[in-house]
């Protein structure tokens, strides 16, 4: 369920495919100046990264980030500034592929993008960065008018486990849009907060089943015992036949939860 909403958040926040590109690697006992070879490489893409063409400017984004090269992150960041939002967005998701923490507070303020898709990219990657100091900033997407980037947030939030976060998380399971009260739910469950168990037996009678499913496993993973009867009763009222096998097996982890 945790890697059906990431997929899903993910196509989401990525407007186009993101194009591969394979680095060809050879041993350097065998490729004199290779070395040298590689920062020309470098160099080419740093300056592609400047292009008119916007498909160039993406893919060399892509580029950088598939190199791992620490020396991309800064022209990386700059591409954050990009006139179009499919390349900030791309440069979002290349910096979460990047790692660099030096990414934090320039995709902090990316937060605020006139586009969906690219303040969602952000949220998604601070997550994937796990910088506490954007916990606050995440927070606050939790209330962004449009739900993949609220569903983006919270996942983003569980994916920092963070308790400070719970209490904005408990009110954004009544959230208006099915997505978001799923990936909240997803998010209660990684940070394993008890206080979160009552509002999740709450969603257990979500109208919506990929929130009861979430809920379900939410519950399984921070392993109180007080959701064992509220979960059983879940479990006996399901009435669609994958969805109640998913949440018997949330339940039996429940159950099997040391005490």
């Known amino acids: 369920m945790k890697l059906f909403l990431a997929l899903t958040l993910l196509l989401a926040v990525t407007p186009h495919a993101r194009t591969s590109h394979a680095f060809a690697t050879q041993d350097a006992s065998q490729a004199p100046g290779r070395g040298a070879r590689k920062g020309d490489e470098m160099t080419r893409m740093l300056e592609r990264i400047k292009s008119r063409s916007v498909a160039e400017r993406r893919e ?28 900030r967005a791309s440069a979002a998701n290349a910096l979460g592929q990047l790692g660099d923490k030096r990414a934090v507070e320039p995709l902090m303020s990316m937060l605020n993008d006139e586009v969906s ?45 963070e308790a400070r976060a719970v209490p904005a998380l408990i009110t954004a399971v009544k959230d208006e849009a ?23 037996i709450q969603s257990l009678k979500d109208e919506s089943r990929m929130v009861k499913l979430a809920a379900a496993l939410a519950l399984a993973d921070i392993g109180d015992k007080r959701a064992v009867a509220a ?5 006996a009222n399901e009435k669609d036949e994958e969805a109640r096998s998913q949440m ?4 039996q982890r429940l159950m099997a939860a040391p005490d």
Do not use: C, H, Y
């Open 231 to 235: 979960l059983t009763e879940a479990v």
């Open 248 to 251: 018997k097996e949330a339940l």
């Open 60 to 87: 060399a984004i892509d580029q950088l980030a598939e190199s791992g090269d620490s020396r991309a992150v800064e022209a990386v960041i700059a591409a954050l500034k990009d006139q179009e939002g499919d390349v």
């Open 178 to 200: 099915p997505d978001v009260r799923s990936a909240v739910a997803a998010a209660l469950g990684d940070l394993r907060d008890k206080r979160a168990i009552d509002p999740l």
């Open 117 to 161: 898709f690219v303040r969602a990219a952000a949220a998604r990657v601070l997550g994937q960065l796990g910088d506490a100091k954007a916990v606050d900033s995440l927070t606050t997407s939790l209330k962004d008018g449009n739900s993949t980037v609220r569903g983006a947030a919270a996942m983003g939030l569980g994916s920092l486990k």
